[in-house]
């Protein structure tokens, strides 16, 4: 199966905001609500940042938010600050053979 | 202190085996599904295979099928992921994770190279 299909890289000055894309197939992404979103600085471990499509965990900034619309999610950050430059990876769940990733995003903060 | 903590990582020739291991700690690691991940050097996170609670139940990516095993004792707190026929690809660092991807261990780098 496919990865997911994510921009390779995505760009804003502080105080913007950005969108990236996640795009999948009617058997991933537009079958399922487990759509997870990732934020990984190098070197370190992946991050949830948002879960079944626009949850987020506890502790992760309210900027971050996340949507779908048939087989393509979306991550939102708004108020774009320094801190927020790094890789993220868009997720779904895929029945009963686990997790389907993206190629990962660089976002870079200008 | 919630937490997961792999080991096991390291050089091994193509065609070896190497076992990883990651111990859990701070939550119900018997009722958690686990997962490994991999992320090889400038590549994307890609999944590797998954455990039901009770370990009744696997999961594999193609690409490893056949020639990886996971497993758990649930007594230790412990999640496994058996290698074997290791190829240069597999060179990546592996996470375990817990089911939701709220819960990442730190990583083990496995290098397969001759």
């Known amino acids: 199966q496919s990865a997911l299909t994510q921009p390779a890289s995505v760009s804003g000055s502080p105080g913007q905001s950005i969108t990236i894309s996640c795009t999948g197939t009617s058997s991933d992404i537009g079958a399922y609500k487990y759509v997870s979103w990732y934020q990984q600085y190098p070197g370190k471990a992946p991050k949830l940042m948002i879960y079944?499509?626009?949850n987020r965990p506890s502790g992760v900034s309210h900027r971050f938010s996340g949507s779908k619309s048939g087989n393509t999610a979306s991550l939102t950050i708004s108020g774009l600050q320094a801190e927020d430059e790094a890789d993220y990876y868009c997720?779904?769940?895929?029945?009963?053979?686990?997790?389907?990733f993206g190629g990962g995003t660089k976002l870079t903060v200008l | 202190e919630v937490q997961l903590v792999e080991s096991g990582g390291g050089l091994v020739q193509p065609g070896g085996s190497l076992r990883l291991s990651c111990a859990g700690s701070?939550?119900?690691?018997?009722?958690?599904?686990m997962h490994w991940v991999r992320h090889a050097p400038g590549k994307g996170l890609v999944w590797v295979s998954r455990?039901?609670?009770?370990?009744?139940?696997?999961s594999y990516a193609d690409s490893v099928k056949g020639r990886f095993t996971i497993s758990r004792d649930n007594a230790k707190n412990t999640l496994y992921l058996q290698m074997n026929s290791l190829r240069a690809e597999d060179t990546a660092v592996y996470y375990c994770?817990?089911?939701?991807?709220?819960?990442w261990g730190q990583g083990t780098l496995v290098t397969v190279s001759s």
């Open positions: 701070g939550f119900t690691f018997s009722t958690s599904w």
């Open positions: 997720s779904s769940s895929v029945s009963s053979r686990g997790w389907l």
């Open positions: 079944e499509v626009s």
């Open positions: 994770v817990r089911e939701g991807g709220d819960l």
């Open positions: 455990i039901k609670s009770d370990g009744s139940t696997t």
